[in-house]
């Protein structure tokens, strides 16, 4: 498998994905999934552009509008996990804070992954043998320096609150799965999720932060890590799409120290 053509590959696909999106803004249609979360056209006309393009590398795909079946992902060793549009509920709301997830699985982990958000143009993506770029040029991920956790703008819980209190955390409320660029970028130095997300929410984020490095302006580096709740990598071809819940750290080292609830 070439990497750098299915990396860009996967750029002209999300660039497409990020056009269909936009071009509904003005022509909103809005309906109710079975699982009573909200479905747009945009969602709709993405998927279909962004799989158009994928298609051509021969390598099936998962999307949340078409998702591949346990019986026929078993036997695959490698295939798209995409995302549409993420954050459909800031969409409807006419908000900035939604974007596109693809990441390519291998061996159940993801070995490259964009994420576009439409509204900015702004681009991140990657591949095991790659750096991470930002909007097409070499990006360093930012340290923060302050003690703060990135949580959900639309969900909340008790978990969340006593993680923040027995960690002596702030919290930065971020819609969608750009709370991994937040982390990316330097606005906050964890990222934690006691809330089961599906697998093609996750998934392009996951790979991002732990092929990161993070730097600040004393040269110190650290390494980026995400795992589940006991230090495990996710794994993304199981049965079921829902996955654990997570921490994701800009400096691994955090990992000793964090008090986790009891769940």
């Not at 960690?167 to 409320?173: A, D, E, F, T, V």
């Amino acid at each position: 498998m070439n990497l750098d053509s299915m990396l860009n590959l996967g750029i002209e696909a999300i660039n497409a994905g990020g056009n269909a999106i936009l071009k509904t803004q003005n022509n909103m249609q809005i309906w109710e999934k079975e699982n009573k979360t909200p479905l747009t056209n945009a969602d709709i006309a993405a998927n279909e552009a962004i799989c158009a393009i994928l298609s051509k590398s021969k390598i099936p795909i998962c999307s949340e509008e078409q998702p591949l079946s346990y019986d026929i992902r078993k036997n695959l060793e490698s295939f798209w996990l995409i995302d549409p549009l993420d954050g459909t509920k800031s969409f409807i709301e006419g908000s900035e804070n939604y974007c596109i997830l693809i990441a390519l699985i291998y061996a159940a982990r993801p070995i490259l992954s964009l994420i576009l958000k439409p509204k900015t143009n702004e681009i991140y993506y990657a591949h095991i043998e790659s750096k991470i770029y930002k909007n097409h040029a070499e990006f360093s991920p930012l340290r923060c320096h302050e003690n703060i956790t990135l949580v959900s703008k639309h969900h909340g819980s008790t978990l969340d609150t006593q993680f923040i209190n027995d960690n002596h955390l702030q919290s930065l409320k971020v819609g969608s799965a750009l709370k991994f660029i937040a982390l990316l970028e330097g606005r906050a130095n964890i990222y934690h999720r006691f809330e089961s997300l599906n697998s093609w929410d996750i998934a392009a984020g996951d790979f991002l932060i732990n092929h990161s490095t993070f730097h600040d302006l004393d040269s110190k580096i650290t390494q980026g890590f995400m795992s589940d709740l006991n230090g495990n990598l996710l794994l993304y071809n199981n049965e079921k799409f829902r996955c654990p819940y997570f921490l994701a750290v800009n400096d691994k080292e955090m990992l000793k120290t964090l008090k986790i609830p009891k769940i």
